[in-house]
Every structure is written in C-alpha cells, then in structure tokens.
C-alpha cells in the first residue's frame, strides 16, 4: 500500500512541475517585450554616449591643429574629420570660430564646433526617433603666438 501511495506522490509532482514550467512561460512571455525595450535602450544610450565623447575628442584635436601659428581651416577641419571617421561617424558640421582661422591674432581664443545629427549616428534609428536631435560638442583654446 505504502508503494501505490508513494508512486501517486511522484506523477502528481511531475504533473505539478509540468504547470509551473507553463507558468513561467506565461510569466517570460509577458516580460520579455519590456526587456527587450530596455536592452536597445541601452544600447542605444550608450551609443550616444560614445559618439559625444569621440566628438568631443575630435574637437579637442582640432583645435590642437587651430591654435598653432601656422594653421590653416582646412587642416582643422581635416582632422577632426578623420578623428570621427574612427568610428565611422559621417555627415557632421565642422564650424570654426572665427570662420578663418589665418585671421585670428595671437592669443585670441579659438573656437572648433562639431555638430551631428542624432539620426544618423544612432544604431537602430527606426526604434528610437531622433530625428529633431542634433548634438553639439565644441572646444577653446587660446591661439599661439611666435615670439
């Protein structure tokens, strides 16, 4: 007797496994949207992230180029453009302030400015829609003098 009753005790947890392995299903089923939500979220911030910050870099490096004496635009321009293209980053504004560089007097600060539009860096731009933002990085510093 004992044995039928230990035998009925074990398809009844088997049969009671097999339905919490449904309900978790159920339960995975409804949530795995939001975490998918979430994961391209991220991703997506933390690609943004990274192009400001390699943006940002490329202006630093620019206005390296602008500050020297004998600096000419397009060198400044050429160089921030191919420090974006390390991250195959295309179609940014490359601005100067002033417009010309050769014209600015030593010691007067310098300005190089990046802009990009958000849609075209982003990674999955259809399920994010950035297409009003723009992002801007810019860096100062002060021209050189040859004395």
Do not use: C
Not at 20 to 32: L, Q, R, W, Y
Not at 35 to 49: A, D, H, N, P
């Amino acid at each position: 007797m004992k044995r039928i009753f230990r035998y009925r005790n074990q398809y009844q947890a088997k049969r009671r496994g097999r339905l919490m392995t449904g309900a978790a299903v159920v339960e995975f089923a409804s949530i795995a949207p939001l975490m998918l939500l979430f994961t391209f979220g991220l991703i997506e911030v933390g690609r943004i992230s990274m192009v400001k910050q390699t943006a940002t870099h490329a202006t630093r490096e620019g206005a390296r180029i602008a500050v020297r004496p004998t600096a000419v635009t397009v060198e400044v321009s050429e160089r921030v453009e191919a420090e974006l293209a390390l991250l195959n980053i295309q179609g940014a504004v490359v601005e100067t302030v002033p417009a010309s560089i050769e014209t600015a007097p030593p010691g007067s600060e310098v300005t190089v400015r990046v802009r990009l539009d958000l849609s075209e860096v982003s990674w999955v731009p259809s399920y994010f829609h950035f297409s009003s933002g723009e992002m801007v990085a810019e860096s100062v510093m002060r021209r050189e003098s040859t004395n």
